[in-house]
Structure formats: structure tokens, C-alpha cells
């Protein structure tokens, strides 16, 4: 399912204050992703998550989500919140691969 196409449609619906970060992050609609690291059996790894910045939250949905969709829980439930969730060695891969493409982009212009 691709949740980009529901966010112009929840975008429309919410107040201009409601669509600045201070106000979602201070309203517990927006959270930080920090770094963590990992056991492996090379040692301690850092998963650079924070690349990610900041996601929605359970209280986004409902809020903004309930503004669309009767059950908003229903359409965004936990795991897509929190893909780690669904599979921690996915997302670890995906961060990497994120961290990747974002080095070899930034050597491009050195």
C-alpha cells in the first residue's frame, strides 16, 4: 500500500498551525528516531536511524487520519508506524542502504 497518496488529503484537511512541525512534535504527533545500536557478532553496531528524522505517531492517525477514514486505526495500525516492528533486520538494511545512497551522493560533490 502506498501512504503517500492518502497525505495530501489529510494535509488539506488540517490547520496551517497543525502542519508546522513545532506544533505536531509539541503535541506528541511527531517523534524524534534516535540512533541505536545492535549486537552482532562483530561487536556493538550503530543503526543510524535517526537519518530518518522524525515519524507520525498513533496520535497523528487518529487525529488527522480520523479527519478521512471513520477507523483510522484500521488503515494505519502500529507495524506500518514502526516498520522495525514488522522486521528489525529489514529496517536495519534499509537504514543502511539509506546511509549509503546519502555517502555516495555527498562524495559527488567533493
Request: aromatic share 10%; hydrophobic share 40%; glycine share 4%.
Amino acid at each position: 500500500h502506498d501512504i503517500s497518496l492518502l497525505i495530501p488529503e489529510v494535509w488539506c484537511r488540517m490547520a496551517p498551525k497543525e502542519r508546522t512541525a513545532e506544533w505536531l512534535i509539541k503535541n506528541g504527533e511527531l517523534e524524534k528516531i534516535d540512533d541505536y545500536e545492535v549486537d552482532t557478532p562483530e561487536g556493538k553496531k550503530t543503526i543510524n536511524a535517526s537519518r530518518l528524522g522524525y515519524r507520525i505517531t498513533d496520535k497523528f492517525v487518529a487525529h488527522y487520519f480520523g479527519r478521512v477514514f471513520d477507523n483510522p486505526a484500521a488503515a494505519i495500525n502500529e507495524d506500518m508506524l514502526k516498520p522495525e516492528l514488522q522486521s528489525e533486520e529489514v529496517f536495519m538494511d534499509g537504514i543502511e542502504n539509506l546511509c549509503d545512497a546519502q555517502m555516495k551522493s555527498a562524495l559527488n560533490y567533493f
